[in-house]
Antibody, heavy 119, light 105 residues
Framework: QVQLQESGPGLVKPSQTLSLTCTVS??????????WGWIRQPAGKGLEWIGR???????NFNPSLKSRVTISVDTSKNQFSLSLGSVTAADTAVYYC???????????WGQGTLVTVSS | DIQMTQSPSSLSASVGDRVTITCQAS??????LNWYQQKPGKAPELLIY???NLETGVPSRFSGSGSGTHFSFTISSLQPEDIATYYC????????FGQGTKVEI
């Protein structure tokens, strides 16, 4: 049973970079046919996909965020990370990491971490 | 980009009612469509994958159907524990979520 856990600062200043890490346990991040993705949810609003990285290393991003997003993998730590640059208050949200099997069935999620953008 | 239009945005029903939510894709996504349940303060959970397949451990009162651009999700007999927000998600091209449907009793 794979488990995911997000970690990172809960408060980021405007114009800075938001950085989060997702630690995967119960399975190897570098094996199988999976996507490892990031999804966010502003308070009281819906889910927004941010980006994903495949076990083979391919990345894809939401076109609306693409210019500000980087996703990388550290196989030695069984982690993948999100960087979102030039943040504003509109980036305040709960950020989830998730595993996508068979190209997009999001079958395992982290518990989510709240990131607030404020000075 | 593929857009997902989900309706209704909210609904109120009684215990035992049949509840149906629809999702329309802006392009043909074959059966690359999933349904999730999200309870307050919790991460979403996968209920239905590939439009009509029940995820392991999910009660059989949940079902999904459709292909191409029109999809539906049904709770055959609403239970108190089904109070949640439900989302569709396409993965035919990148990933996109519908706006969500809040189900209340």
């Amino acid at each position: 049973q794979v488990q995911l856990q997000e970690s990172g600062p809960g408060l980021v200043k405007p114009s800075q970079t938001l950085s989060l890490t997702c630690t995967v346990s119960g399975g190897s991040i570098s094996s199988g046919n999976y996507y490892w993705g990031w999804i966010r949810q502003p308070a009281g609003k819906g889910l927004e996909w941010i980006g994903r990285i495949h076990t083979r290393g391919t990345t894809n991003f939401n076109p609306s965020l693409k210019s500000r997003v980087t996703i990388s993998v550290d196989t030695s730590k069984n982690q993948f990370s999100l960087s979102l640059g030039s943040v504003t208050a509109a980036d305040t949200a709960v950020y989830y990491c998730a595993r996508g099997r068979n190209w997009g069935n999001l079958d395992s999620w982290g518990q989510g971490t709240l990131v607030t953008v404020s000075s | 980009d593929i857009q997902m239009t989900q309706s209704p945005s909210s609904l109120s029903a009684s215990v035992g009612d049949r509840v149906t939510i629809t999702c329309q894709a802006s392009e043909d996504i074959s059966n690359y469509l999933n349904w999730y349940q999200q309870k307050p303060g919790k991460a979403p959970e996968l209920l239905i994958y590939d439009a009509s397949n029940l995820e392991t451990g999910v009660p059989s009162r949940f079902s999904g159907s459709g292909s191409g651009t029109h999809f539906s999700f049904t709770i055959s007999s609403l239970q108190p524990e089904d109070i949640a927000t439900y989302y569709c998600q396409q993965y035919g091209d990148l990933w996109t979520f519908g706006q969500g449907t809040k189900v209340e009793i």
